[in-house]
């Protein structure tokens, strides 16, 4: 029988391929760039990316390398300035068996792949909350909600409400999960306050996956130099 860590990753290279076929987002284009303050919340989002607004390319420019820097830096309570990330390679989630939409169910294990891919991290499915280092609950309204412990860098908890039926939500709030939490991203990106944005862009994975080759408490500037050398 299969585990549900390669579940997971087979879910990943699914999602992976298709994020290719539909090119998601368009990474030149800055004009979309938000450096409004971010809130723990998601609203939901309106159509999906078409190819005609996508680029596989990433500008390794200054506003794109800050935006990046204030996902990972800046939450909007509790202490910044500094990398917040589980300090293990081996992570528990608890995922609420009744009360889901189907369809939004499939983005919650999508989006679960997805950050487990971009990680490196081992996500291991539990039956109760008290076992989980994550708690993800349906929400009976739109949007969704996270809230999160950490402490000197390391998160601890964290408590997930996602609601019907934009995938975004799923993928923005495991996202922050993961210590992605702003929502300073540009356009496209499901860390941004471009709501059309539905799926993660090749900008959201690069910020996760820069997030997990440091320590958790590791500085703006340690994080800044692995962004900047991960640029593709």
């Not at 200054?62 to 500094?82: C, F, H």
């Not at 799923?170 to 990106?189: C, L, T």
């Amino acid at each position: 029988m299969m585990s549900m860590g390669n579940v997971y990753r087979a879910i990943a290279a699914i999602a992976a391929a298709a994020a290719i076929a539909a090119a998601v987002w368009a990474f030149a284009d800055l004009a979309g760039l938000s450096t409004g303050a971010g809130e723990l919340r998601a609203q939901g989002a309106a159509t999906a990316q078409t190819p005609e607004t996508a680029s596989d390319t990433l500008s390794p420019s200054y506003e794109l390398v800050e935006a990046a820097l204030d996902i990972a830096t800046k939450p909007d309570s509790g202490p910044s300035g500094y990398v917040v990330r589980w300090p293990d390679d081996h992570i528990t989630v608890y995922v609420a068996e009744d009360g889901w939409d189907p369809q939004m169910r499939n983005h919650v294990d999508a989006a679960l792949a997805w950050v487990q891919d971009a990680t490196g991290l081992e996500i291991e499915p539990v039956e109760t909350e008290t076992d989980a280092n994550i708690v993800i609950n349906p929400r009976e309204r739109g949007g969704g909600r996270a809230t999160a412990e950490a402490y000197e860098g390391r998160l601890h908890k964290a408590w997930l409400e996602i609601g019907c039926c934009k995938s975004r939500v799923a993928y923005e709030e495991i996202g922050q999960a993961m210590g992605a939490f702003g929502d300073h991203g540009p356009r496209g990106s499901v860390f941004s306050q471009d709501l059309s944005a539905q799926y993660p862009s090749e900008f959201d994975t690069w910020v996760l996956r820069s997030i997990y080759k440091l320590q958790p408490g590791a500085s703006r500037s340690e994080l800044e130099v692995v962004l900047k050398a991960a640029l593709p």
